[in-house]
């Protein structure tokens, strides 16, 4: 495998992510440490996840596969809700927090607004997913190697990296709807996002069809991506004025000439 | 022994957050805290030497007096607007000085993860060790290498903890040269002699051909600069580079030279020491920080990472203590820098990302303690807004660690990515894991306001991550990734 698989794959998962990170985030440094709790919380989760599947494997037959194969979708599944639970209670800490503060401050406005750390915690949740996926495989993608030389698919590492970035957006999605249905009670949107994420880990279970498994992941991503958009306050006239650079009120706030 | 020098360094971090006046909670307490400014670092000692110990006085955070310092210009607390924006700005203060940690520490553990994923040299195995670790860890059964590596970590933290009472003495009966002299000679062979090797590693890794009077020439302006930066004056990034090279080049150092279960184990002996030490009453540490400040001296740092240029002591002259390490026999060697700083008597400087144009370091010393063993101490002060031969009490707001801690992340890290299989994962998370643990320790800070041990929360958090990732994460993840399941 050359470079230029190694380095191509990279950019796939992981360009819109940086890009966000370096435009948004990385100036301001209380998201940053929001960012790494996120990624804290959901490394968490995730502990906990391969705690209780590693239990069940040891108190399970290990040779039977289909009885492995069980135990890991269990673990999937189980993980997923897992992400799901740590993504409500960083929400619930960071709601405290920011109360905390708030009330510390008697002030109106709060440094960092709930929708910028639905934000920045969706995001932090999508990298640490991401790397946690495909960082290993991109580190064998240096290295010699033949793909698919047993008669697996010849596209592992380009479904890999695109699979990614399809995660980190997604999360990135999620945080926001979430933390938006947590504000406003709608536990529905809840539901949704929690069974939009169980929908996206099962279609993963067809791969080696990446047809399958990629499309659909792609469509949800894109609806997922409409109604984050929505939720956090866009529309298309929004849209419209950001795109042909009438925002009075970017402009401004950014001191450029209109 | 006489050839086997040996260092012990404490590495005592400290950090010290400035609080700008105008910006600080018009309580009473903060405005104590602000006087009192010590820094506590880790000091090495050498064996033929005679050990030196070399101890950075850290300032105790918790002594609400301050020497002579007149209490800064307070904001007045009628005004509810200020209060407001004071707790803004403080938690966007704070924010900013954990960032400007969180980056050179990220940089020294990606230094070391890289060198030691690409140059393999530093992960080949050594027939012996360090010459306090003289137990092998290459034994038949579990239960020997379990005794074995007991007993270097133990001879590794008694070690540590002489070399610090030691220091504590010299400080205390005011042996400044043979401190200078000490770190002076450390930080040499470790910006020499450790730097030559490892670029001649490098070299051997990427097959480039170099002739030795070009080797000389790089290594000689590396040292020479390096030097300069370190113990009189030089560019605040230049210096912070030099830092963090040589925290790097240190926590290299113990990833070779130490056995793996005896590394783990160092890690946490060294993390409750730095607890203890810090802490109680008749820790070191804090006895240093209390003398430094009944003398209202600055306690010289070890090896201190500073965000921020720092103010000019005028007094500082002439108890600058300088340590230089030797090493006899093992190449281990760990400096550490103290850095002295002084209060700049000119105009504020506002915080704006650390940087601030205006600052004068006058000197840092470099405390280099030998392979045996390593202490690294943290406290979190805050500087002094005055000292009594200074008229202005300007302070200027930054941060500082200590390198000792830069060193233990890092060789944490290191390890990580070695041990666990080439695992990247358990990189990934022992990373977040230690900057989880950094953060929290500057929300304690900013909370206690007193010094604080850097080492615990976030080498606790390291390791639970390392084995439990290592260990459960792991399997997980590489079936996952067999059968390409994506949670």
């Known amino acids: ?258 | 022994m006489a050839n086997n020098a040996e260092d012990v360094e404490n590495n005592m971090v400290s950090i010290k957050q400035d609080q700008q006046e105008s910006n600080t909670a018009p309580e009473p307490i903060q405005q104590q805290q602000e006087a009192t400014g010590t820094r506590v670092r880790s000091r090495g000692g050498s064996g033929p030497g005679g050990g030196d110990s070399e101890d950075g006085g850290g300032g105790s955070g918790s002594s609400p007096e301050q020497n002579g310092q007149p209490p800064t210009s307070r904001p007045s607390r009628g005004v509810e607007n200020e209060e407001d924006e004071d707790e803004e700005m403080t938690l966007k203060y704070g924010a900013k000085h954990v960032i400007m940690l969180f980056v050179p520490v990220t940089l020294c553990m990606v230094v070391v993860v890289a060198t030691i994923k690409s140059v393999s040299f530093y992960t080949q195995n050594v027939g012996q060790g360090m010459i306090y670790t003289p137990f092998p860890e290459k034994t038949d059964t579990v239960a020997e290498r379990a005794v074995n590596s007991i007993l270097n970590a133990t001879i590794m933290i008694t070690v540590i903890i002489v070399m610090t009472f030691v220091l504590v003495l010299l400080y205390k009966y005011r042996c400044y040269k043979v401190i200078h002299g000490w770190l002076f000679l450390s930080s040499l062979l470790l910006l020499f002699f450790f730097s030559y090797i490892y670029l001649t590693e490098v070299f051997k890794t990427y097959n480039v051909a170099m002739d030795y009077f070009t080797l000389a020439i790089i290594i000689w302006n590396f040292g020479v600069v390096g030097m300069m930066c370190i113990h009189w004056k030089g560019p605040l990034r230049l210096q912070q580079a030099y830092l963090i090279m040589i925290s790097a080049l240190m926590a290299l150092v113990f990833i070779k030279y130490l056995p793996e279960w005896t590394a783990w184990l160092i890690l946490v002996v060294i993390s409750v020491y730095d607890l203890l030490a810090v802490l109680c009453p008749i820790g070191p540490l804090r006895i240093l920080v209390e003398t430094a400040q009944e003398r209202n001296e600055p306690i010289f740092p070890a090896l201190i990472y500073s965000s921020t240029m720092v103010w000019l002591v005028n007094m500082a002259d002439t108890d600058r203590p300088k340590r230089s390490s030797e090493e006899a026999g093992s190449p281990q060697q760990e400096t550490q820098e103290a850095a002295v700083a002084s209060p700049v008597p000119s105009s504020p400087s506002q915080d704006n990302g650390g940087f601030t144009s205006s600052w004068v370091r006058q000197q840092q010393h470099q405390l280099g303690p030998l392979q045996s063993t390593e202490e690294t101490r943290r406290e979190i002060q805050q500087m002094p807004s005055a000292r009594p031969p200074v008229e202005d009490d300007e302070e200027e707001r930054g941060v500082k660690l200590g390198l000792g801690d830069f060193i233990f992340y890092s060789m944490l890290v290191g390890k990580a990515s070695v041990t666990a299989g080439g695992d990247w994962n358990t990189t990934l998370a022992c990373f977040v894991a230690i900057l989880i643990g950094l953060c929290l320790t500057l929300l304690l800070l900013a909370i206690f306001k007193k010094a604080l041990p850097a080492l615990p929360i976030s080498i606790f958090f390291g390791l639970v991550f390392y084995f439990a990732t290592g260990n459960l994460v792991r399997p997980f993840m590489d079936k996952l990734a067999l059968h390409q399941f994506y949670i």
């Open chain 1, 1 to 258: 495998m050359t470079a230029a698989v190694f380095f191509g794959c990279t950019f796939i998962a992981f360009g819109p992510a940086i890009a966000l990170f370096l435009f948004t985030i990385a100036r301001e440094p209380l998201r940053v440490i929001f960012l790494i709790a996120g990624a804290f919380f959901w490394l968490v989760s995730l502990l906990l996840a391969s705690l209780v599947w590693f239990i069940s494997v040891q108190i399970s037959n290990k040779d039977s596969a289909s009885q492995q194969k069980g135990l890991l979708i269990f673990g999937v599944v189980l993980s997923v809700l897992l992400q799901e639970t740590f993504r409500f209670a960083y929400y619930k800490l960071l709601k405290k927090a920011n109360e905390g503060l708030l009330a510390l401050s008697q002030e109106e406005t709060m440094p960092i607004s709930i929708r910028q750390l639905a934000y920045v915690s969706g995001l932090g949740f999508g990298f640490m997913s991401g790397a946690f996926s495909v960082v290993n495989i991109l580190a064998d993608s240096v290295g010699p190697g033949t793909v698919g030389i047993h008669g697996d698919s010849q596209h592992y590492f380009l479904s890999s990296a695109f699979m990614t970035m399809a995660i980190i957006l997604l999360h990135m999605f999620w945080g926001v709807v979430f933390f938006d249905a947590c504000e406003k009670q709608r536990w529905w949107a809840l539901a949704a996002v929690v069974t939009s994420h169980l929908v996206v880990s099962c279609l993963t279970f067809q791969n080696p069809e990446y047809v399958a498994s990629l499309v659909p992941t792609y469509i949800i991503l894109f609806l997922m991506g409409v109604w984050a958009f929505y939720t956090a306050g866009g529309s298309l006239r929004n849209l419209k004025l950001c795109l042909t650079c009438k925002d009075k009120d970017f402009l401004l706030a950014n001191h450029r000439p209109r």
